[in-house]
């Protein structure tokens, strides 16, 4: 087992890596500080892993959520099933929450606990591939508004972050891809060398040999942690993490919550990003390829959905974090290995890539 520690004074926390860890009871009790345990996870996990958890928590009053499956449940009415849990149940301030579960799971759980009561401690167990090397990591917790991705939430940093290669056997292939396309995000924006060790070793990645998930876990939320701890609350660098995103975000909320997976979505944004970065004379002819190449050998869409226009595109694009003073910002790549800041961008270039990228 690996341990990693996401350094942030006072709210620093290890994530254990390693295959077997859901049966390591020590590094689950060791950061629950009260009596009071919820699990919240949803109805595909909890036949999975659900027991493999309780097993160790026979001394705690547990109760646990399981919420519907899917990206159209992130939302705050979902939320509620969670608070009512926690009231019916009486749970104090230093109850403990545990998510078990892939990236929505853990975004509306985290979320949840930062609150109720304003702030009580959770536990990140995430089970796909995007949450391990992603979303169970940084303290990014929230939920969508149908007028935009991930809209409402707070900043929330977990006690612990859990991650078992193990579960990962059973996560369908097409999950298994779109938590690839943040794999190879990481690559892109700030490791040349881990993007080449990712296109030399895309076929071993894609059979789930052990000794290949873990490396790229472990790559994978080494850089998340080390851009996390020099900017916890994206005042600068840490928007890199968004390559791809805004074009990627417009995609999830205009084609509706669910019809392309997050991973899916960053995929073709990020070959859009790329189109545009060539467009700014950043990249050539072959580095977009490249990029391309690679996402389809992971088994990723990259041409935007033909039914989502140009001007379309642009208006949901409008609703980012990341905008300021009503322009749209994004984040392109300067090379291969090296992303930039969020930049407004020449609208004439956007246009030229959302009227002719992957359109023909
Ligand atoms: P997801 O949570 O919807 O999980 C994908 C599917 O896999 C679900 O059907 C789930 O039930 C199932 N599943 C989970 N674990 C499984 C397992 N081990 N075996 C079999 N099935 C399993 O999707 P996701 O890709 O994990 O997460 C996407 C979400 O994460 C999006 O909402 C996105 O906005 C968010 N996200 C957040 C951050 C962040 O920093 N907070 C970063 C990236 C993405
Ligand atoms: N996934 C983007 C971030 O954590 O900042």
Redesign the pocket.
């Known amino acids: 087992m690996n341990t990693m520690q996401v350094q942030l004074g006072d709210r620093s926390y290890p994530i254990y890596m390693g295959a077997g860890n859901l049966s390591k009871p020590e590094l689950l009790t060791q950061h629950i500080k009260s009596k009071q345990v919820v699990i919240v996870t ?4 909890a036949p ?2 659900l027991q493999q958890v309780t097993a160790h928590l026979q001394q705690y009053q547990v109760e646990v959520v399981v919420l519907p ?3 159209q449940y ?1 939302t705050l009415a979902t939320m509620d099933i969670i608070f009512s849990t926690l009231l019916n149940n009486r749970f104090s301030r230093n109850a403990t929450l545990i998510a078990l ?7 509306i759980s ?1 979320f949840a606990a930062a609150c109720y009561q304003r702030g009580i401690p959770f536990i990140q167990i ?6 391990q090397v ?9 939920v ?1 508004h149908a007028l935009g ?2 809209m409402i939430g707070a900043f929330y940093q977990p006690q612990c972050v859990i991650i078992d290669v193990n ?6 292939d097409r ?1 298994f891809s ?2 690839l396309a ?1 794999v190879i995000k990481y690559g892109l924006i700030r490791d040349a060398e881990f993007f080449t060790w990712i296109e030399d070793n895309i076929e071993k990645i894609l059979s789930r040999d052990e000794e290949a998930l873990t490396i790229i876990i472990e790559q994978s939320c080494r850089n998340k942690v080390e851009i996390v701890a020099s900017d916890e609350r994206e005042s600068g660098i840490r928007a890199i ?1 968004n390559l791809g995103h805004t074009f990627g975000h417009a995609i ?1 909320t205009g084609m509706g919550y669910g019809r392309y ?3 899916e979505a960053v995929a073709i944004g990020t070959c859009q990003a790329a189109d545009l970065s060539k467009r700014l004379g950043w990249l050539d002819e072959a580095d977009v390829k490249r990029i391309v190449t690679l996402f389809k050998k992971a088994g990723l869409p990259t041409q935007p959905p033909t039914d989502l226009s140009a001007q379309e595109f642009i208006k949901l694009m409008a609703v980012d974090k990341k905008n300021a003073d009503g322009d749209i910002r994004l984040i392109l790549l300067k090379k291969i290995g090296e992303a930039s800041l969020p930049i407004s961008v020449d609208k004439t270039a956007l246009l030229a890539t959302l009227n002719n990228y992957g359109r023909d």
Not at 42 to 45: A, F, K, M, R
Not at 126 to 131: E, K, N
């Open positions: 949803n109805e595909t996990i999975l892993y499956d899917g990206e992130k579960g892939g990236g929505v799971v853990g975004d985290g995430p089970t796909t591939l995007l949450a992603d979303s169970s990591v940084g303290g990014k917790t929230g969508n991705k991930n579960v990962l056997q059973t996560l369908d999950q779109a938590g943040e993490l999830e997976l997050h991973g």
